[in-house]
């Protein structure tokens, strides 16, 4: 009997349950299994959105430049003047011929150097400087300096008078070839107040490097003819 009921009752279940699968809109859905929670489900959705895009970006390779080669400075070649034929002078005289005395320029003029007398000036300018010695070595004044010249194929004229440039000399002469240096060739001579050439004609040139754009030149007074006698001394 209880066996009976039993078997009743277990029919009954499986009864039951083809009715209910059997009801319109049932499906059935496979058990699934737990699914672990992500790190990123607890983010807030624009944060999860950056954890989304990091997470599927690709690797970026850093390239780490080589050393850069530093530029050596460029030396520029100094500049050297081109000169045509000597031009036909306008106040200089090359015939001159002393008879009695002339200055000379000293044996280590010209001598060029960096524009001492305007260094606020520096590389815009350019000039002749220097003094003249009389037959006692002292400086002598009231003399006119003429120099006429050539720069970049034009012709060039300028005077100078001793005693009025202090700074190279208590009876200095300057004498100012340009506002910048320059290649130039140039000549020089020295007259009285009364126009009469007191030298022959001196020729210097000029590169046109900062460095050395003022020139030196200083005379002294040579009589023709002058000799040193030394006394002899006897018993």
């Known amino acids: 009997m209880k066996r009976l009921l039993w078997a009743i009752g277990l029919l009954s279940m499986v009864l039951m349950a083809c009715s209910i699968s059997s009801l319109p809109g049932y499906v059935s859905t496979p058990a699934q299994p737990p699914v672990a929670e992500s ?100 400086p002598t004044g009231d003399l006119v300096i003429v120099v006429e010249g050539q720069i970049d194929g034009q012709f060039f ?27 130039g060739i140039f000549w020089l001579q020295v007259f009285d107040l009364n126009s009469k050439p007191l030298s022959n004609i001196i020729e210097f040139e000029m590169t046109g490097d900062c460095e050395q754009n003022l020139a030196l030149i200083n005379l002294y007074w040579d009589a023709a003819g002058f000799k040193l006698y030394v006394p002899l001394i006897t018993n």
């Open 39 to 138: 790190p990123q489900d607890d983010l807030p959705p624009t944060l999860t959105a950056f954890a989304e895009f990091f997470a599927s970006a690709t690797a970026v390779v850093e390239i780490v430049p080589s050393s850069t080669p530093v530029p050596t400075e460029e030396k520029l070649p100094t500049l050297q003047p081109v000169f045509t034929e000597q031009p036909d002078f306008r106040n200089l005289q090359p015939d001159f011929s002393a008879p009695d005395f002339e200055y000379k320029k000293q044996s280590m003029s010209p001598a060029y150097l960096p524009n001492f007398a305007h260094p606020e000036a520096g590389c815009n300018w350019m000039g002749v400087a220097g003094q003249i010695f009389d037959a006692e070595g002292l």
């Open 157 to 183: 004229e300028a005077l100078g008078f001793t005693g009025l440039a202090k700074v190279y000399g208590p009876e200095g002469y300057e004498v100012i070839l340009g506002d910048r240096a320059q290649p």
